[in-house]
């Protein structure tokens, strides 16, 4: 489609102070992601929580660390050089599940992110973020760590950091990190 922003800050611009879902009725401030615009790989969570919520930042909260830990001692990559968002922008209330319509709405930014960064590899976290963005259903314990493809960019799914947080296990090899 024509006439989309082409870069990071027009489109951040473009959803100004956006009022298209009821989700900006309980928000302090819309998070619309950070990072390298050319960046490699790019993270997508499901929603702001509360602290990203009031930071106006993805990724900034007890999960947002674990993540962080992943990136630079896990992967040996900084945060800065990645980039991490959410598939919807402004933190549903007591952090339920986006609704259907709400990802609908917010879907098309994420679409232009992917479209202006064209990383290489995008790494959904957690089972909503993996079903927003393939369309489906998705089985996060079953089918993660297998290649599916989003707008022609390889994806992988894996658990959210919150989820291992909650489910800590020898498994997770948390240690060192
Ligand atoms: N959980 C998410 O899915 N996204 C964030 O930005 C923070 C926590």
């Excluded at 489906?136 to 950091?161: D, V, Y």
């Amino acid at each position: 489609e024509q006439n989309h922003p082409t870069d990071l800050d027009s489109l951040r611009a473009f959803i100004g102070d956006c009022k298209r879902c009821k989700l900006s009725q309980g928000r302090t401030h819309l998070v619309f992601g950070e990072g390298s615009p050319s960046a490699r790989l790019v993270f997508v969570g499901e929603g702001p929580g509360a602290e990203e919520d009031a930071a106006g930042r993805p990724f900034v909260g007890e999960a947002g660390k674990l993540l962080t830990k992943i990136i630079e001692s896990g992967m040996g990559l900084k945060r800065e050089d990645v980039y991490i968002c959410n598939v919807v922008k402004c933190r549903p209330p007591h952090n339920r599940d986006p609704e259907a319509e709400e990802v609908q709405t917010c879907l098309p930014f994420l679409e232009q992110q992917i479209r202006v960064i064209k990383p290489e590899v995008i790494c959904t976290l957690g089972r909503i973020a993996a079903q927003s963005l393939l369309g489906r259903e998705f089985k996060i314990t079953q089918e993660r760590g297998n290649w599916f493809s989003f707008m022609g960019t390889q994806l992988m799914a894996t658990f959210h950091p919150a989820y291992i947080l909650r489910n800590p296990s020898r498994e997770h090899q948390l240690k060192g990190l």
